[in-house]
């Protein structure tokens, strides 16, 4: 299809793309700043020159056909290039600025990284960062996420990598805890201990089960109090009494470990990025950030 003949107008693309996002005529009005009655021509002068549906109209909202939901996903990747190249043009090296989405687990990014951006904000006040914390492994290619924090190689193809360190995933108990039941001073000892373990949900790292795994090679029976999809509740329950656990180091702040002999098979960080933003000087400070952070703290809280 050639452009000069094209049935895809950039405007009618553009509102489209804030319809599919906004899920209704009214919301996408808004963010467009025009009416509600303009959004809906816009809609319906594109489907009539396609000759396809593109949403499902719903008393509750708007739904994508799968010819709409075809067309939003090409449209979103173009317009992401489009603001990437934009902000790529507007910065150098020596001022990087711009929009950056940043996307790591739930735990490590609420208890290790959040307390460590102010620093890098106040470096670099031109970077809009906007952390997405998933456990699941947000799609870089599609943008949802410009840069990723992963404790597992990356598995998708096209995707340049930074190894940033070790983490070690050890044994921890509360102060409380420990003075209600006692130390266990030998892994038999677990037997006479309650243990908080991961449930199902998007599991954070390889190894997550593992001290399962060792309790259940040495047939050894405990107590399992509580299992939880999230490393962080994890830590908040263990946090409050209620058992003993295996959580990367960086919940080490205010625990205690337990078995000092005994940890995980390690676990390995990786910095990630799509190829396209290989040049982009915001994602270069970042990351150069984030491994000298790493350097000085040993992923320790």
Same mark, same amino acid.
């Given at each position: ?20 996002? !906004? ?12 009416? /509600?009655?303009? +959004?809906?021509? =816009? ?15 719903? !008393? ?6 799968? =010819?709409?939901?075809?067309?939003? &996903? ?6 992401? &290039? ?14 990087? =600025?711009? %929009? ?5 687990? +739930? *735990? ?14 106040? !470096? ?36 340049? /990598? ?5 983490? /070690? ?18 892994? *038999? ?49 263990? &946090? ?7 959580? %990367?180091?960086?919940? *080490? ?6 078995? %000092?002999?005994?940890?995980? %098979? ?17 994602? !270069? ?6 491994? &000298? ?6 992923? /320790?809280?």
């Amino acid at each position: 299809m050639s452009v000069r003949g094209s049935k895809l107008d950039w405007d009618k693309l553009r509102v489209f793309h804030a319809v599919a996002q !906004a899920g209704s005529f009214t919301h996408a009005a808004d963010t467009l700043n025009l009416s /509600q009655s303009a +959004v809906s021509r =816009q809609i319906s002068a594109l489907e009539d020159s396609l000759g396809v549906s593109l949403f499902h109209r719903h !008393a509750r909202g708007l739904i994508l056909t799968e =010819q709409g939901d075809l067309l939003f &996903k090409t449209v979103h990747d173009v317009f992401a &290039k489009l603001n990437n190249v934009e902000d790529m043009l507007t910065e150098t090296k020596d001022n990087p =600025q711009g %929009p950056l989405r940043v996307t790591t687990t +739930v *735990a490590f990014g609420s208890v290790w990284l959040t307390p460590r951006l102010k620093d890098f904000i106040r !470096a670099h006040p031109k970077i809009e960062v906007a952390l997405r914390l998933d456990d699941r492994d947000l799609d870089l290619a599609m943008r949802e996420a410009d840069v990723a924090i992963r404790f597992h190689e990356p598995r998708e193809p096209d995707l340049i /990598q930074r190894h940033l360190g070790t983490l /070690q995933v050890l044994m921890f108990a509360s102060p409380d805890y420990l003075k209600d039941r006692g130390t266990p001073h030998t892994f *038999a000892d677990l037997a006479n201990h309650t243990i908080i373990t991961f449930g199902e949900g998007t599991e954070p790292f390889d190894t997550v089960h593992w001290l399962e795994e060792e309790l259940e090679r040495h047939n050894l029976q405990t107590t399992t109090s509580l299992r939880v999809n999230n490393l962080y509740g994890i830590y908040r329950a263990v &946090k409050a009494g209620l058992g003993i656990a295996m959580l %990367p180091e960086y919940f *080490a702040r205010d625990l205690v470990r337990v078995l %000092p002999d005994l940890a995980a %098979p390690p676990v390995e960080g990786y910095f990630v990025y799509p190829e396209e933003l290989r040049n982009s000087a915001r994602v !270069a400070v970042f990351r150069d950030y984030l491994v &000298k952070e790493i350097a000085r703290s040993r992923f /320790q809280s």
